[in-house]
T-cell receptor, first 113, second 116 residues
Framework: GNSVTQMEGPVTLSEEAFLTINCTYTATGYPSLFWYVQYPGEGLQLLLKATKADDKGSNKGFEATYRKETTSFHLEKGSVQVSDSAVYFCALRGAGGYNKLIFGAGTRLAVHP | DTGVSQDPRHKITKRGQNVTFRCDPISEHNRLYWYRQTLGQGPEFLTYFQNEAQLEKSRLLSDRFSAERPKGSFSTLEIQRTEQGDSAMYLC??????????????FGEGSWLTVV
């Protein structure tokens, strides 16, 4: 079945450092891929998405490229801020129909001044 | 646009009691989802509605759980005879069946359940 694997956290960085959070997936066909962010005590917010191979999703300085050859969708940001501290979830939605989102376990990011 | 609204945000209940959560999706969204999230884990799919029809239920949804969406708008999730293992955040999400929007799924802020 479809699944998502994320790097384990927590990831601890200093402000302005470069961020990479790895995400790989297993799926049949051509899924859509997503990154969601969850701030403390809140629900999930969509950060970015990509719906086909080689698409790059971007938002708020974050980027991720849909790599079908490596089945990956790594999240990157060139310069993190303290306000980026949150839990980041990689997710996929199977091809066709309504298909539900399947999430990874999440990666906690802590950014220190 | 008011987003997905969930109520209550927090609920503490004694083991064996029944609890009900309500979700109001984004207006005109015809698809509605329920997920459960435990500490340190990603959300897990529970069930899905398209309009008023419940089209899929996860094996996680035991007989003690029931979800409804009677008029294709708001939804309720009821847990009967709660157990400590039911303690989690229950997330509701909605989307619009429209290829033009990419079917983005929007989440509410969740309802925290603590069973003591």
């Amino acid at each position: 079945g479809n699944s998502v694997t994320q790097m384990e956290g927590p990831v601890t960085l200093s402000e302005e450092a470069f961020l990479t959070i790895n995400c790989t997936y297993t799926a049949t066909g051509y899924p859509s891929l997503f990154w969601y962010v969850q701030y403390p005590g809140e629900g999930l917010q969509l950060l970015l998405k990509a719906t086909k191979a080689d698409d790059k999703g971007s938002n708020k300085g974050f980027e991720a490229t849909y790599r079908k050859e490596t089945t990956s969708f790594h999240l990157e940001k060139g310069s993190v801020q303290v306000s980026d501290s949150a839990v980041y979830f990689c997710a996929l939605r199977g091809a066709g129909g309504y298909n539900k989102l399947i999430f990874g376990a999440g990666t906690r990011l802590a950014v220190h001044p | 646009d008011t987003g997905v609204s969930q109520d209550p945000r927090h609920k503490i209940t004694k083991r064996g009691q029944n609890v009900t959560f309500r979700c109001d999706p984004i207006s005109e969204h015809n698809r509605l989802y329920w997920y459960r999230q435990t500490l340190g884990q990603g959300p897990e799919f529970l069930t899905y509605f398209q309009n008023e029809a419940q089209l899929e239920k996860s094996r996680l949804l035991s007989d003690r759980f029931s979800a409804e969406r009677p008029k294709g708008s708001f939804s309720t999730l009821e847990i009967q005879r709660t157990e400590q293992g039911d303690s989690a955040m229950y997330l509701c999400a909605s989307s619009l069946k429209d290829r033009g929007t990419g079917n983005t799924i929007y989440f509410g802020e969740g309802s925290w359940l603590t069973v003591v």
